[in-house]
């Protein structure tokens, strides 16, 4: 049984540039939320998504976007990179019966 | 006020004491805690759930103190491999998480 995974595992990009992660959730599961990780802090919430919509948002700008396909799948999107969005950005899967959240290996975002 | 604050740490302990730290949150309503564990470059991981009665897996004990509003784990009898970040967690719809705080447990 796979877990979360994500793709790429590590991605160098340059300031104003745009960016895809891609996240497949945990056999079973259809919400997907995603993070962001920065160095020495906690993930911060960015969004999550169930059926294919936006259910939740934290305090994150419009830069960041996302969506979900029917095999709930996601992708989070970045425009206009700026040197803070470097950081770890992990996926998590959950079930409709459970609370526990399930995280990928994240990918590491580098903006120069 | 942060959501979830917790101990930064660091901690650290000789093989086979133990060690103890502490949360609070700022959400009266909230429902669900967890502890996670985070070790150096990788994901959390779900350690376990925290529920309103406290509970035990092996050699953790978390306990939640809804009246004061704060969540605590405490790990007995340290193993080298325990050395890790511990994040706490509650859930509002949402994970919200602590800045972790650091265990280092030495031989």
């Known amino acids: 049984d796979a877990g979360v995974t994500q793709s790429p595992t590590h991605l160098i990009k340059t300031r104003g540039q745009q960016v895809t992660l891609r996240c497949s959730p945990k056999s079973g599961h259809d919400t997907v939320s995603w993070y962001q990780q920065a160095l020495g802090q906690g993930p911060q919430f960015i969004f999550q998504?169930?059926?294919?919509?936006?259910?939740q948002r934290g305090n994150f700008p419009d830069r960041f976007s996302g969506h979900q396909f029917p095999n709930y799948s996601s992708e989070l999107n970045v425009n206009a990179l700026l040197l803070g969005d470097s950081a770890l950005y992990l996926c998590?899967?959950?079930?409709?019966?459970?609370?526990?959240?399930?995280f990928g290996p994240g990918t590491r975002l580098t903006v120069t | 006020r942060k959501e979830v604050e917790q101990d930064p740490g660091p901690f650290n302990v000789p093989e086979g004491a133990t060690v103890a730290f502490n949360c609070t949150y700022s959400n009266s309503a909230s429902q669900s805690f967890f502890w996670y564990r985070q070790d150096c470059r990788k994901e959390p991981k779900l350690l376990m759930s925290v529920y309103s009665s406290g509970n035990e897996d092996g050699r953790f004990t978390a306990q939640l103190n809804r009246a004061s509003q704060y969540i605590s784990l405490l790990i007995r009898d340290s193993k080298l491999s325990d050395s890790a970040t511990y994040l706490c967690v509650v859930n509002d719809y949402k994970l919200s998480f602590g800045a972790g705080t650091t265990v280092t447990v030495r031989a």
């Open positions: 998590a899967s959950s079930s409709p019966s459970a609370l526990e959240q399930y």
């Open positions: 998504y169930y059926e294919e919509e936006e259910r």
